[in-house]
């Protein structure tokens, strides 16, 4: 979940984990650590046609979910760049 600073270029205040509700750490308007957002637009062959959802989810709750998965999530190792 996002909260996200009041005026003409909103900029993003706060996330907070919608899994476990730990507030990410950020500093200034810069994240330190890394997340998962999902923003989901549901649309004509869904049971939620015209809603927008959209969450966030903070590393140690990623890996609960993914370890429930019945097939493991893809990982390829990125080249580092020069
Ligand atoms: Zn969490």
């Known amino acids: 979940m996002r909260e996200y600073t009041q005026g003409k270029e909103a ?3 706060k996330i ?3 899994q476990c509700g730990k507030e990410l750490n950020m500093r200034k308007d810069l994240l ?3 997340c998962v957002s999902v923003n ?3 649309g004509y062959f869904s049971r939620k046609d ?3 959802h959209s969450f966030d989810l903070c590393e140690d709750c990623y890996d609960k979910l993914v370890k429930g998965f019945v097939l ?3 990982v390829e ?3 580092e760049l020069l």
């Open 50 to 52: 015209g809603e927008n």
């Open 40 to 42: 989901q637009i549901w």
């Open 32 to 34: 330190m650590e890394e």
């Open 16 to 18: 907070i984990c919608n």
């Open 77 to 79: 190792k990125r080249k």
């Open 72 to 74: 493991p999530v893809t």
């Open 11 to 13: 900029a993003v205040k």
